[in-house]
């Protein structure tokens, strides 16, 4: 997987074509698209062997940017993760994690200087936020089910329905 990198487009696709099939937290922690040398960005986003992961937070990445991970990769190259930590839930306040302290203020997770250190939303928030934007819920599922069984190598016991398989359910309706 790559990720939280300043590696060049050239050293992603080298890495590739060696087996990297995955985009940690695509655009957190990464050289930002530039036009000339797109980096990480550029590799993960227009290589169909990548599968990018998505933190669907709407502050990791605004909406603008996951409609267009959405638009470039598909469902069946996104897997949707949370990226949330130990004061996920719990509201406002400061908490010691990893010996290290972390703030979250309005439902966002940071560090002592202010930048985002995690996510305080779940799995099912994010999935409501990609819902809320359109993408229809059987892409919204393969996202956040089957894609992230594939990536843990666990695809033939859990992350869809099939005899045999693993029974974890969310019932949803239409909200």
Known sequence: ???????????????IDVGAERAT?????????????????GAALTDDRVTCEMICDLV?????ILRLVYRLKGAERITLI???????????GEYIVADRRRIVKNGVCLNEEGRIAGSCVSMLAGAKNL??????????????????????GIAI???SLGVGMAADL???DDK
């Open 82 to 92: 949370s990226d949330s930590g130990r004061m996920s839930g719990l509201g406002d």
């Open 25 to 41: 937290h695509i655009f957190n922690a990464m050289k930002p698209l530039y036009h000339r040398e797109t980096g990480v960005l």
């Open 131 to 152: 819902l809320k934007m359109g993408i229809p819920l059987e892409e919204v599922s393969l996202m956040g089910a089957k894609n992230p069984a594939k990536a843990l």
């Open 60 to 64: 990791h990445l605004d909406e603008a």
């Open 157 to 159: 016991k859990v992350g």
């Open 1 to 15: 997987s790559m990720g939280h990198t300043e590696a060049t487009y050239d050293q992603c696709e080298a890495a």
């Open 170 to 172: 969310v019932v949803c």
